[in-house]
């Protein structure tokens, strides 16, 4: 997953705030954050899907 994120240039939402570069502005950040969590539901079980399907922030 680290991989596909890195490949999409989507990692830094998964660090977090600390990883925000300052000129990178609202907007640009939260959908950032909204594909990086996008991706990753994509690629996880069914069985876990229901556990993390209401989450927002890929921190």
Not at 23 to 33: C, E, I, L, V, Y
Request: aromatic fraction near 8%; charged fraction near 35%.
């Amino acid at each position: 997953m680290e991989d596909l994120l890195y490949t999409k240039d989507l990692y830094d939402p998964i660090e977090g705030e600390s990883a925000r570069s300052k000129d990178t502005s609202d907007t640009d950040w939260k959908k950032m954050n909204r594909k990086a969590v996008a991706i990753i539901r994509q690629w996880l079980d069914l069985s876990v899907y229901p556990h993390v399907e209401a989450e927002t922030n890929a921190h």
